[in-house]
């Protein structure tokens, strides 16, 4: 059964789906007050895209959009089909000898941090995000226009098992790195030069004690201020691009 259209808004969101997938949208709502550069711009591509454009004022695009936040753009779009799942997209890494690196987030609802992870991994290279089904947000119109359109290309899968997922991985020789605040090593003493897995916890609570229990090692970020800790955006973005430094230069 094919599932019902959903509705992405702002320029980045809208704009990367044009350009990755045009066929799956249906119309493009847009404010036709705005005439400003970036609107013309973003008109003139739907318009090459040959998608359906559709004038509409600032207050149907906000409840279109259940959001204050749409930049005077919104779009109405089928779902684009998961290619991979999480074992192929895997093997397909293993067969052209890429060290992966994976984001795995425990207990993450809120739908701002996940679309901030999801922009954040897509920009420090990882390859996916993973989350439980039952613990986790999904991919809905505010995680889209946060993301700003790495929602459209990171691949995000929630597992039914967030444990045994980590033990699966761990059977592909991937190393399992949790972050906690009282870890007795930093983040800066670890090896992420290697398939890699990082997990993070909600801000607060932090992992669940299976999913601590599951990873193969501990690490925490060293805080030098007043504040306990950071938001688990934040800490996703502080250790995967510590990742990618150690990939590039890696320890002798």
């Given amino acids: 059964m094919a599932s019902a259209p959903k509705v992405i808004f702002g320029f980045h969101a809208v704009g990367v789906r044009l350009k990755t997938a045009p066929g799956s949208v249906i119309e493009v709502l847009f404010d036709a007050s705005r005439r400003d550069a970036r609107m013309k711009q973003f008109i003139a591509r739907a318009q090459e895209a040959g998608v359906r454009l559709i004038e509409a004022d600032g207050l ?33 890494l293993d067969a052209a000898g890429t060290m992966p690196l ?15 992870c999801l922009r954040v991994a897509d920009g420090a290279g990882a390859h996916a995000v993973i989350a439980p089904k039952d613990h986790a947000a999904g991919i809905n119109a505010t995680v889209a226009k946060v993301a700003s359109g790495a929602a459209e290309t990171m691949p995000y899968f929630m597992v039914t098992n967030l444990a045994r997922t980590l033990n699966e991985l761990k059977e592909r020789n991937i ?10 090593g930093t983040l800066y003493d670890c090896d992420l030069a290697r398939p890699l897995a990082l997990v993070l916890g909600a801000e607060g609570p932090g992992m669940r004690q299976l999913t601590r229990k599951t990873c193969d090692e501990l690490v925490s970020i060293p805080m030098a201020g007043a504040v306990e800790s950071l938001n688990v955006s934040v800490a996703s973005g502080v250790c995967l691009y510590e990742a990618m430094r150690q990939r590039r230069h890696p320890r002798r």
């Avoid at 919104?74 to 999480?86: C, G, T």
């Avoid at 994976?102 to 901030?116: I, M, S």
């Avoid at 190393?175 to 007795?184: E, I, L």
């Fill in 175 to 184: 190393w399992c790195v949790g972050t906690s605040g009282d870890a007795p």
């Fill in 102 to 116: 994976l984001l795995v987030l425990d207990g993450v609802t809120d739908p701002h941090n996940l679309g901030a």
């Fill in 60 to 92: 149907r695009l906000a409840k279109l959009s259940g959001s204050h936040g749409h930049q005077g753009v919104a779009a109405r779009v089928e779902a684009v089909a998961q290619a991979l799942s999480l074992d192929d997209l895997l093997d397909g």
